[in-house]
């Protein structure tokens, strides 16, 4: 009888192994989670940290964006056009585990774009929120907000919806920031730039270089703050 039980649960292990290595393979960025993983282990994230987590306006920004932000420690965790669940399913392995101080979040639009309601999508971000203050309880959160990518023009009043509910939440959060990229990209236009690439959806350098103006104002006055 001992035997078993030994064999049963030794058959329940294996089962849960095999599930997990089917559901690995079955993520559809699998590949991109692994690369970083990888470089992780080259070069392990510094403790203190800032992760630019979420979708693709971090990753096409490569490894450009660990040098425009070198001095907040930066780590580029964008990969593929993910959606936030995505995000959750992977903050276990490259966000949490480096004990950031901080996180860029950026997703939501492919979210929104798939059909999903804004309070589904907020509810999703808080998901995400409750998993990495599970083991990172003092992490700051910025929340980018939500763009006004032309491509997506037809998404824009959900997508306006979602920021203003992440800000009201801000409000009441002393850990969690939002900041507005909606109307300095707005303003970029109409003094006449580009701030969009090809595709109409993603930032082009001068898109970038306008965030990296309203973040970097918001992390140097958090700098600031701490100093005092």
Known sequence: MRMLRLLVAFGYVLL???LSVAFAAEF???????KMEERDKQSPPKEGCTMFAGSSSWALWGKQLEEDFREFDAINRGFGGSKIHEVIHVTDRIITPYKPSRILFFCGTNDIASGMKPEEVFADFKTF???VRK???QV???FMSL??????EKHWPDGDKLNSLVRELAKQDDLLFYIDTVVPIEEC?????NPWFDDRLHLSREGQEVWIKAIRKTLSQEKKSSEK
Not at 28 to 34: A, G, N, S, T, Y
């Open 147 to 152: 763009s006004h990518a032309p491509a997506r």
């Open 135 to 137: 083991v990172r309880p």
């Open 16 to 18: 849960g192994f095999f």
């Open 129 to 131: 929120l409750e998993r």
């Open 28 to 34: 559809r960025f699998e590949k991109d989670i692994l």
């Open 189 to 193: 236009v109409k003094n006449g730039g």
């Open 140 to 142: 700051k959160i910025y």
